[in-house]
């Protein structure tokens, strides 16, 4: 199983990115696939999460509004549109992925990682 994520920059502060988490090996249908960022010096840190093809989907309250996750089907990526970006978002972000239940806010519920890509927002 490997989960790839892509769509990271260097953007300046109100710009948007949206970032793309795509899934190899396994769909994540009857699972969930999540988001996580960890800025430096700082734990890791749970951002959103979809489950069941998108119909149910988490978002963390630090970030609502700004942030929306999104997945059509269960073979397409899981999408992560980030809005009025702030310096303060800058952070790796990881997407992840479970087929076990628990806390989706947890990060030691999820058994598969990305690899991270670096979003970075200038003032």
Do not use: M
Request: proline letters at 4%; glycine letters at 14%.
């Amino acid at each position: 199983v490997q989960l790839q994520a892509s769509g990271g920059g260097l953007v300046q502060a109100g710009g948007s990115l949206r970032l793309a988490c795509a899934a190899s090996g396994r769909t994540f249908s009857g699972g969930v696939l999540g988001w996580f960022r960890q800025a430096p010096g700082k734990e890791r840190e749970f951002v959103a999460a979809v489950r069941h093809y998108g119909r149910s989907t988490r978002v963390a309250d630090s970030v609502k509004g700004r942030f929306t996750i999104s997945r059509d089907n269960a073979e397409a990526p899981v999408y992560l549109q980030i809005n009025s970006l702030k310096p303060e978002d800058t952070a790796v972000y990881y997407c992840a992925g479970t087929y076990r239940p628990g806390e989706l806010w947890n990060p030691s519920t999820y058994d598969y990682w990305g690899q991270g890509t670096l979003v970075t927002v200038s003032s």
